[in-house]
């Protein structure tokens, strides 16, 4: 644990705790009567009001759309499985103002659905829980079929031999042992969606507002700290709270599981109900993901006169963006991968020292301890920015000019992601084999690398792909820390965006684009670093 605790006091609670320090404390002391004030406002109420229930119903709207699909890519083998699950996270590592934009050009005036029916459904909750949807429809599918894949069928089998149903079967025995991964699915889903910024700023307009976006406003807009600090700490409390709830039930509920080879559990289509499940499947790949990548790839070629290459050929440019950037857009590619494959070696270093001691039940420290790693998720990106800034710049943490500073933010968005993907399969390798490696003359490390790490390697192999896909997408630290002359993909968007024009709305698109491929050419990478033929992590 030592690493851990250590990575996330300096990089995490330092920072966080020294803005909001700055908020709260003058010269007269702790301010702390700003809290009666604050709460007491009505306005924020409705926001916190509102923060919490879309959160809820993302999150159930999110589940019952994206369980089918996880139990698709678990247990169905069919041709362009590969590709379809690199498709379906590609919006997972959009930065989360591309999301809001590719929904308001299908929702809002002029979109989609408006030119075909005359229907709007921008500035309505509907288009905001949509757009969660699209974003984390990934998380469900890879964080629930990554162990689904591996649980064995024929228990569920021996349960219908003697006379339950297949429905009842399921219910028994199958979902009692997903519970840990839908779980955690759930618990990522609320966090991203708790602290929703971009889609909820964008699709929301003023009439819906999260914690997030009040935050920045009453940050950057209106310049008070105070009541940005004290909603900040209202949102940290708030998620340690759900986090303890999810580790308490969690712990109750996980036991030893019989984990198998996942290419003995993945088969051809059989019977009405499988093959329907697979078009419902490639319907809602369909209509939740492709259609809004689609309207961002037709944008990126929709120039005036006619639809071309002039944006892309304007990324080699620093002098076509005007003052917008000190480098060309396009070198913000290399930069991105650079940082990313950083941030995944911290996260995996991290994550996986914190995963593998929290199996060790070792009382209410190592159990309190998983609730906190997953705070980074819940706290606001822009305090954790604003915090990098005002205390990483002295010796001997004198960070603000070095590179790695992005890659030690991002990391701390991907080390949430390895912990929680890793953590249900290695609290379900039975500790009795440890123990025979042991009694047969096994020193712990070989007995991880014998018998931990055959089971868990392709739990490593997802928590990878998560944390390097999130490190590509990460926004809201990122664009205070980065340099101007070494932008990533996201902040390069962002600014371009940012900037009245058709040239710079056409080129951000055309970033968009380039970012969707490289986390699509990326992931399908990863999808050949497989142990067996089904290709699944």
Not at 103 to 115: K, S
Not at 295 to 320: C, I, K, M, T
């Amino acid at each position: 644990m030592a690493v851990p605790v250590a990575f996330f006091a300096l990089f995490f609670a330092y920072p966080v705790a020294a803005i909001v320090a700055r908020g709260l404390k003058t010269e007269d002391g702790w301010q702390f009567a700003r809290f009666g004030e604050v709460l007491g406002r009505a306005d924020l109420l409705d926001v916190l009001w509102f923060t919490t229930w879309q959160a809820f119903a993302s999150t159930a709207l999110t589940l019952l759309i994206a369980l089918p699909g996880a139990y698709v890519f678990a247990r169905l083998d069919f041709p362009g499985k590969q590709l379809l699950r690199a498709v379906v996270t590609v919006p997972f590592v959009l930065p989360t103002v591309v999301v809001g934009t590719a929904f308001l050009a299908l929702l809002g005036r002029g979109g989609l659905l408006d030119e075909l029916w005359g229907v709007r459904l921008d500035t309505t909750v509907w288009a905001i829980l949509l757009a969660h949807v699209f974003f984390n429809y990934a998380v469900v599918v890879r964080t629930v079929g990554g162990l689904w894949s591996q649980l064995d069928p024929r228990q569920e089998e021996a349960a219908r031999v003697l006379g339950a149903g297949r429905f009842a079967a399921w219910r028994r025995v199958t979902l009692p042992a997903l519970a840990p991964a839908v779980a955690a699915a759930a618990l990522m889903v609320f966090l991203f969606t708790f602290t929703s910024f971009g889609v909820v700023q964008i699709l929301g307009g003023p009439a819906y507002s999260t914690l997030e976006v009040e935050i920045y406003r009453q940050t950057a807009q209106l310049l008070d700290l105070p009541t940005a600090a004290v909603l900040t700490l209202v949102q940290f409390v708030a998620v340690g709270a759900i986090l303890a709830v999810h580790a308490r039930t969690v712990r109750r509920r996980e036991t030893a599981l019989r984990l198998v080879d996942p290419a003995q559990t993945s088969h051809r289509p059989r019977g009405t109900g499988q093959w329907t499940l697979l078009g419902a499947l490639l319907l809602t790949v369909l209509l939740l993901i492709l259609l809004p990548l689609g309207v961002l790839v037709e944008r990126s070629f929709d120039q005036p006169g006619g639809h071309g290459f002039a944006y892309y050929r304007a990324l080699g440019s620093a002098e076509a963006s005007g003052s917008t950037f000190l480098v060309a857009p396009l070198e913000a590619i290399g930069n991105s991968l650079q940082y990313a494959l950083a941030a995944t070696g911290i996260s995996l270093v991290v994550g996986g020292l914190a995963a593998a001691a929290l199996t060790r039940r070792a009382g209410r420290l190592v159990r309190g301890f998983d609730a906190l790693l997953m705070l980074p998720l819940g706290v606001s990106a822009v305090t954790v920015g604003f915090g990098f800034l005002i205390t990483l710049d002295e010796p001997p943490l004198d960070l603000r000019t070095s590179w790695i500073l992005v890659p030690l933010a991002q990391a701390l968005v991907g080390v949430p992601f390895v912990v929680r993907t890793m953590l249900p399969v290695l609290r379900a390798v039975d500790a009795r084999l440890r123990e025979a490696a042991a009694v047969l003359g096994a020193s712990p490390l070989r007995a991880w690398r014998e018998v931990d790490l055959p089971l868990v390697r392709r739990a490593l192999l997802v928590a990878a792909g998560f944390a390097f896909a999130v490190s590509l997408g990460e926004f809201g630290a990122t664009v205070f820390i980065a340099r101007p002359d070494r932008p990533t993909l996201p902040v390069a968007v962002a600014r371009l965006l940012g900037r009245s024009g058709e040239l710079n709305y056409g080129q951000a698109m055309a970033l968009s684009t380039i970012l969707m491929l490289v986390c699509a050419v990326s992931l399908l990478l990863l999808e050949h670093i497989r142990t067996d033929r089904s290709g699944e992590f």
